[in-house]
């Protein structure tokens, strides 16, 4: 199952691993999430993005963080500080994923729960998780998406373009895609959902065009991704000090 998912990423960009978490890793996952969101679990150093009260993403004011307890955080990164994310990060199925596409010395770019809140969430545009704006020396490639909830199509599930990532980054910067690059490709009439129940993994290349809607189910839709690269990926930005990176799966490869 494996080799055929890894496959068909390499060929369209992203790819379906099945079902890997089970009904108690995703109450536990859950659980955490809401811990976070509210306050009752605190981490130093976590980044919090609030949905804008338009729900547009050009709307959102940066920099602002945790805001208090709400369920509306579109996204909370950094989370391999918490052991029940790092811990689900780091489990054997995604182990041999990762090893098999990065190598045996990998890193974090980032991890990152994503939210669409009951209230509907934000609109994402068109985008690539690569380029300039990210200030490495190489773009990642391999993320891994779970759905902690059911994302069917009116909850704003993944949609892509199939095989964009052949075409390498749209903008050296990367980020969102201008909206004259998207009329050019043709996207709209290109777009595959990619709906998902709770549970469910996606492998996706980072290059790949992908965007989601908001959730019109008036239940939570969240999900789980998190970027591997290989651990000799350095940080090259220059106005702030460089970062470093998280090494994961620091142990002898699985047999």
Known sequence: ??????AHWREHGWA?????????????????????????????????????????????EFGRGYVGPSDAYRKIEKLER??????????????????AVVGDAVALYRATLFS??????????????GGSFWGLDRD?????????????????????????HRGGLAT?????????VVERARAEERTLALPA???????????LWHRSGTNATGRPRRAFTVAYMPASTRCVRKRRAARTFVRVFDRPALE
């Not at 996952?29 to 993403?57: C, E, K, W």
């Not at 052991?83 to 990762?98: I, K, M, S």
Request: some cysteine.
């Open 1 to 6: 199952m494996i080799d055929e998912a890894i």
């Open 16 to 60: 379906r691993l099945g079902r890997v978490a089970t009904d108690a890793q995703l109450e536990a996952l859950r659980a955490r999430a809401d811990d976070i969101m509210h306050g009752r679990v605190v981490h130093a150093g976590l980044f919090f993005q609030h949905d804008a009260p338009s729900g547009r993403y050009e709307d959102h």
């Open 82 to 99: 918490d052991p029940v994310f790092r811990a689900w990060l780091e489990n054997p199925v995604f182990e041999r994923v990762v090893r």
């Open 116 to 129: 669409k809140s009951a209230r509907g969430g934000t609109e994402l545009p068109w985008h690539q998780d």
């Open 140 to 164: 990642p490639e391999l993320q891994i998406w779970t759905a902690l909830d059911d994302a069917p199509a009116e909850a704003g599930c993944v949609e892509v373009v199939d095989g964009s």
């Open 172 to 180: 050296p910067l990367g980020g969102t895609i201008p909206r004259d």
């Open 197 to 207: 129940a709770a549970g469910e993994v996606l492998l996706i290349h980072n290059h």
